[in-house]
């Protein structure tokens, strides 16, 4: 039970009452069976914080509410970048040049960054296979049918599910659209699943194969549990969050002023010649 006591939020199980500032929170995460009151939402807006509802230890992402963000400095630079050719090209190539490191792919088209990280990736699948000794054919699954997959394609389903609603949390909780994507496009999703392959090598593949290689697991609920733990210690979230931004932002604006996105609560008036004035002012006197 999540509640409300002056304010403090309160966080009551079994073992009895925690309070925590209101003001300390930056996202709350509530998970399968918790209950959360009126006034509790009410103080954590309020002050600031948001609220993500997500499965156990934040593997799969449901709702949330209004964002981390004060600012729309992200989601306005993720909207030009996208809808611009060459700035979009250039964000994918970021993306891929991120799982090539060391490796120049500034010349290279979408369709040779396709074919390079497909390549990649069918030699992660057959690493992992060897080395838990699963056998490995291809990726193939109906994304309306999990129990029709074998067993290692159940698995990599499940963590790559698992992992999307981790991602999505992050990208929500710093106020950008899941839905504008670079690489993928067309779905409510495109950004999350950009952000998500990211990952997918180092973390939801060896999961995946390590849990396939005992069959005698239920494999969608161990795979889920798996990567619970996998994700535990917080790092990939810290880890995505710079990854979001090093994605979006001029790379000698990443790291510098990031409490501006979250301190700043200021609104700017759109002007077509110097860009934004200040709001809350009369401008009737240039008339």
């Known amino acids: 039970m999540v509640n409300r006591d002056s304010n403090a939020i309160t966080a009551t199980d079994e073992r009895g009452t925690v309070h925590i500032p209101a003001a300390s929170v930056g996202v ?55 809808s611009n050719q060459r700035s979009r090209l250039r964000v994918a190539r970021t ?8 490796e120049d792919v500034s010349g290279l088209t979408m369709q040779q960054l ?21 056998e490995w054919t291809r990726r193939d699954y109906d994304i309306d ?10 698995a990599l389903s499940a963590a790559n599910s698992a992992l999307y609603g981790v991602v ?38 060896p999961v995946a194969f390590d849990v396939a290689s005992d069959c005698e697991l239920e494999v969608g609920a161990e795979t889920r549990r798996a990567l619970r733990d996998a994700l535990h210690d917080g790092k990939l979230l810290q880890r ?8 979006l932002l001029d790379p000698e604006q990443v790291g510098e002023n990031e409490d501006d996105l979250f301190d700043v609560d200021i609104v700017s008036l759109w002007d077509g010649r110097d860009g934004a004035v200040s709001g809350g002012t009369s401008y009737g006197g240039e008339w």
Request: neutral net charge; proline residues 3%; hydrophobic residues 40%.
């Open 168 to 205: 999505h949390s992050v990208i929500v909780a710093l106020g950008c659209s899941p839905a504008l994507g670079f690489i993928h496009t067309g779905h409510h999703r495109s950004f999350v699943y950009d952000v998500a392959d990211l990952y997918k090598a180092e973390l939801t593949i």
């Open 28 to 82: 709350l995460l509530l998970g399968p069976g918790t209950t959360v009151t009126h006034q509790a939402i009410a103080l954590l807006s309020d002050s600031g914080s948001t609220v993500v509802w997500v499965g156990e230890r934040g593997v799969r992402y449901y709702a949330h509410g209004s964002s981390l963000a004060r600012t729309s400095r992200l989601i306005e630079a993720q909207a030009e970048a996208v």
């Open 95 to 102: 993306m891929y040049e991120m799982r090539f490191p060391g």
């Open 114 to 134: 396709r074919g390079r990280e497909g390549a990649r990736i069918r030699r992660v699948y057959r690493e992992n296979s060897e080395r838990a000794s699963v």
């Open 240 to 247: 995505c969050a710079r990854d979001v931004q090093r994605l």
């Open 145 to 154: 049918d999990f129990e029709d997959g074998d067993p290692i394609n159940q």
